[in-house]
């Protein structure tokens, strides 16, 4: 049985221990409960929490918690696949086509000219802010959609043969264009929910099975990368620690 009061809320520190926060630092009685959670977050993103737990507010403010928790343990891995992603791709462009500049073939390259609008789209917006477009500033503009594009099916025929070479430590049986783009597309789609503030916090499970998908596909790029990653990267600790909160 639970025994805290509606609003008393216990949160999770960066080792695992408890924090208290029921109160803020130089805020007179203020009170994290359902209704200021509400009035901030919204009704509808609050919404799930309060329903898994209706009968205790504190457990589900708790469980909101354990969600920023464990979107903040992922962004290193998020953050370092996706840029060793784009300059992956980026290198082999650079070397199939020649040039700095490798996305100017794509109006007069049949099969390619689709991806002609994000480099549009691209240098509208360095233009927007008044800066010179460069082939840095493009591609540092482009999404992570348009990249992990790159590989999709519609493109086998004409990139995957160079493409490939951006995944030189991929085993050799695996390596096929769809044993990329998929696990790529799911990165992309969890990436934007964390950056996008979506709810992650429900199946640790999967999430565990979707870092260390995300973890091989570094290892596929770069064989260094993975070690050296692990020396800042806090998700096992951090779920250890939410499954010990969560199950309590």
Same mark, same amino acid.
């Given at each position: 049985? !639970? !025994?805290?009061?509606?609003?008393?809320?216990?949160?999770?520190?960066? =080792?695992?221990?408890?924090?208290?926060?029921?109160?803020?630092?130089?805020?007179?009685?203020?009170?994290?409960?359902?209704?200021?959670?509400?009035?901030?977050?919204?009704?509808?993103?609050?919404?799930? $929490?309060?329903?898994? $737990?209706?009968?205790?507010?504190?457990?589900?403010?708790?469980?909101?918690?354990?969600?920023?928790?464990?979107?903040?343990?992922? $962004?290193?891995?998020?953050?370092? &696949?996706?840029?060793?992603?784009?300059?992956?791709?980026?290198?082999?462009?650079?070397?199939?086509?020649?040039?700095?500049?490798?996305? *100017?073939?794509?109006?007069?390259?049949?099969?390619?000219?689709?991806?002609?609008?994000?480099?549009? =789209?691209?240098?509208?917006?360095?233009?927007?802010?008044?800066?010179?477009?460069?082939?840095?500033?493009?591609?540092?503009?482009?999404?992570?959609?348009?990249?992990?594009?790159?590989?999709?099916?519609?493109?086998?025929? @004409?990139?995957?043969?160079?493409?490939?070479?951006?995944?030189?430590?991929?085993?050799?049986?695996?390596? =096929?264009?769809?044993?990329?783009? *998929?696990?790529?597309?799911?990165?992309?789609?969890?990436?934007?929910?964390?950056?996008?503030?979506?709810?992650?916090?429900?199946?640790?499970?999967?999430?565990?099975? &979707?870092?260390?998908?995300? @973890?091989?596909?570094?290892?596929?790029?770069?064989?260094?990368?993975?070690?050296?990653?692990?020396?800042?990267?806090?998700?096992?600790?951090?779920?250890?620690?939410?499954?010990?909160?969560? !199950?309590?």
């Amino acid at each position: 049985m !639970n !025994n805290k009061k509606p609003g008393f809320i216990t949160c999770i520190g960066y =080792q695992g221990e408890e924090l208290p926060g029921l109160r803020c630092k130089g805020t007179k009685n203020m009170s994290y409960n359902k209704q200021f959670f509400e009035k901030v977050f919204s009704n509808k993103r609050m919404e799930r $929490y309060f329903k898994l $737990y209706p009968q205790d507010e504190s457990r589900a403010i708790m469980h909101y918690q354990c969600n920023l928790r464990l979107s903040e343990a992922m $962004y290193p891995s998020l953050s370092v &696949l996706e840029v060793t992603l784009r300059n992956s791709l980026c290198r082999e462009l650079r070397l199939m086509t020649g040039r700095e500049d490798w996305y *100017a073939i794509f109006p007069n390259t049949p099969g390619l000219t689709n991806l002609n609008k994000d480099i549009t =789209q691209a240098s509208k917006r360095i233009s927007g802010r008044h800066e010179q477009v460069t082939p840095s500033k493009i591609i540092a503009e482009l999404t992570l959609g348009f990249w992990v594009s790159l590989l999709n099916s519609e493109y086998e025929k @004409i990139l995957w043969k160079d493409l490939r070479r951006a995944f030189p430590y991929m085993p050799k049986k695996l390596k =096929q264009r769809k044993n990329v783009s *998929a696990p790529l597309n799911r990165f992309r789609a969890f990436r934007n929910r964390v950056f996008h503030n979506e709810s992650i916090c429900w199946n640790l499970d999967r999430v565990k099975e &979707l870092h260390d998908e995300f @973890i091989v596909l570094l290892g596929w790029m770069n064989k260094d990368v993975p070690s050296w990653l692990a020396l800042s990267d806090r998700f096992d600790n951090v779920t250890e620690n939410i499954r010990k909160v969560l !199950n309590r």
